[in-house]
């Protein structure tokens, strides 16, 4: 147990639905991400927060869209998606941006389009 | 970003000790060198981290070479729960980002 969550843990969406995921921690962290992990390739990094605002977009598809109310969640809204973004979402939180502090993640959310 | 290279791949046999190499010759004064591990099914696990000075704790230990162009992730003794990815990581100061790299999957033999 690392002090992040995420639900749901599982989801089968259709390319016409709009869902979306949850990420909680209550560890007084101020940043938050969001990644993806494919069949056989490393985590991809998606979107960081810091103080509830949004400080990187690494070219993800708007299709994908996150959301950050306060310092303790943060949402990843899916919606019209493809079969190739079925993956591993993973969230996962640190004290600040530092480079001296470490990340904690959760369990994920596997996803699957079709 | 600074880059990091693993090997792919390491074996080991169970309550030996095993020795991660990192290679990250690009290195910077102010990053900082961490380790995580994913085991199968879950997300990355944070295992240590260190900038100048070797570092010690419950989980492993990481030896930093003196330039600072590599770096060693030691488990002093292997159980069959550290089969895993294991990920060499370079963190600047003052960035948000944390970027993984492909690692070496650890196996473990009983």
Known sequence: ETGVTQTPRHLVMGMTNKKSLKCEQHLGHNAMYWYKQSAKKPLELMFVYSLEERVENNSVPSRFSPECPNSSHLFLHLHTLQPEDSALYLCASSQDQSGATEAFFGQGTRLTVV | ?110
């Not at chain 2, 990192?22 to 995580?36: K, L």
């Not at chain 2, 981290?49 to 060693?72: C, F, P, Q, W, Y």
């Not at chain 2, 990815?85 to 100061?93: G, M, N, P, S």
């Open chain 2, 1 to 110: 970003d600074a880059k990091t290279t693993q090997p792919n791949s390491m074996e080991s046999n169970e309550e030996e000790p095993v020795h991660l190499p990192c290679n990250h010759s690009t290195i910077s004064g102010t990053d900082y060198i961490h380790w995580y591990r994913q085991l199968p099914s879950q997300g990355p696990e944070y295992v240590i981290h260190g900038l100048t000075s070797n570092v010690n704790n419950r989980m492993a230990s990481l030896a930093i070479a003196e330039d600072r162009k590599s770096s060693t992730l030691i488990l002093h003794r292997a159980t069959l729960r550290d089969a895993a990815v294991y990920y060499c990581i370079l963190r600047a100061i003052n960035t948000d980002k944390l970027i993984f790299g492909t690692g070496t999957r650890l196996q473990v033999f009983p």
